[in-house]
């Protein structure tokens, strides 16, 4: 048994959760892993994907049992989605973003709200969570999209970009500025709104690198109409729902990072067990071993951290932003290098799209650059350590 699969069997779960990760396992086994690369070429929504993944329930996991759902922890989502990124990162993406979208749903909305809206969530539905705009990307203070008050009413108008399943969601949680709050920090206030309202339109698809089964949408709010009742809180509360919200969200992508990681150095492992060179394992070159000692040991205190992070908020610590940090920028960088290292291992193959560690590099690029660039996380971990 080695390092890796020792800290996997040393994952203290409950006996329902483990078996629910081993169903997890087993259909990213038999129908996400053989159809990620025709996805991947393809770049067509995995909706066979979602529909499996909404035959085992998997929603539910993180919805309240009160609305339909059947709540478990942190930590085993963050298992959940860390094997199903091994199979299949964009079908991961897919499904975290929902989690990543639903969170403030969870955490903020009223009673009302949540009986209206989390059972359908529950049963499958698609959630995007939509922040970024063209001049609004890690500052997300400098977004335009506008919330008017009109009378029992909220009427917006703005656009949004690079929105995860943009195209699909049956629920949009948008954040934008209240039009009467002048402060641009204070005026970020979040609102609710539904497929198919009037005046929401998707403008187009991006074409991307990786993950490029993950469809990521640009969006056009034209005079869209919403109840007074779909604000989520109250004006002005948005930078605290933000804040919040990529708490949870951003050890989630730390596991769909490492998830990427740990498929492309298993796949480098097996392969170098039995390529020969010179009439030797490539394994047995001592230069190999040095790269293989630093992947593994990378993964292994990563994976680590990522339990670490993931048990706190299971425990209800709220205060876990530089840790999430931390956590996020390690575990991408992480799995940017030791993608790329395993593409060098396989050599010449290695940049053949015969081989998945082609598309695992395409795939771990991203996670360095969503849920705040690598470079904000840096300066956010930094300045923490300022005596005030």
């Known amino acids: 048994m080695t390092v890796l699969q020792r800290l996997d069997g040393s994952l203290d779960l409950p006996e329902e959760e483990r078996m629910l990760l081993d169903a997890v396992r087993v259909l990213c086994r038999d129908q996400l892993a053989p159809r990620a690369a025709d996805y991947d070429r393809s770049g067509e929504f995995p909706w066979d994907n979602v529909h499996a993944i909404n035959k085992l329930g998997l929603n539910g996991m993180f919805i309240p049992d009160e609305y339909g759902g059947a709540r478990m922890s942190y930590v085993g989502y963050l298992a959940a989605i860390r094997e199903m990124a091994k199979a299949c990162a964009a079908t991961a993406m897919v499904w975290g973003t929902t989690f990543h979208a639903v969170k403030p749903v969870i955490d903020f909305a009223s009673h009302q709200q949540k009986t209206k809206l989390l059972p359908r969530i529950a049963d499958g539905g698609l959630v995007s969570l939509c922040i970024t705009e063209p001049t609004a990307g ?7 999209t506008r919330f008017t008050p009109d009378g029992e009413h909220i009427v917006i108008n703005g656009g949004k970009t ?13 954040f934008g500025k209240w039009s009467e709050i002048e402060n641009d920090k204070a005026a970020i206030s979040v609102v609710l709104v539904e497929k198919g309202a009037e005046g929401l339109t998707v403008l187009g698809k991006e074409d991307k690198m990786g993950q490029r089964a993950a469809s990521t949408a640009s969006l056009a709010f034209d005079n869209v109409r919403v109840p007074r009742e779909n604000l989520l809180c109250e004006p002005g509360d948005g930078l605290k729902i933000l804040f919040s919200a990529l708490n949870k969200s951003r050890p989630s992508i730390a596991a769909h990072a490492l998830g990427i990681a740990r498929a492309a150095f298993e796949d480098a492992v097996a392969y170098i067990n039995q390529r020969q060179q010179s009439g030797r394992n490539i394994i047995e070159f001592q230069g190999i071993q040095f790269m293989l000692a630093d992947m593994a ?25 530089i840790e999430a940090s931390m956590l996020k920028m390690r575990a991408s960088d992480v799995a940017m290098r030791i993608t790329t290292d395993a593409v060098q291992l396989f050599g ?19 996670t360095q650059i969503y849920e705040g660039t690598n470079q904000i996380h840096r300066q956010l971990i930094g300045r923490s350590f300022i005596e005030k």
């Open 162 to 174: 690079f929105i995860t399943c943009g195209d699909h969601a049956d629920l949009y949680v948008l």
């Open 348 to 366: 010449g193959y290695g940049y053949c799209k015969d081989y998945a560690v082609e598309r695992y590099m395409r795939d771990a690029k991203i």
């Open 297 to 321: 040991t990378d993964l292994a205190l990563c994976e680590s951290w990522l339990w670490r992070v993931g048990a706190m908020i299971d425990a209800g610590v709220e205060d876990i932003g």
């Open 138 to 144: 890690s500052d997300a203070t400098g977004m335009k």
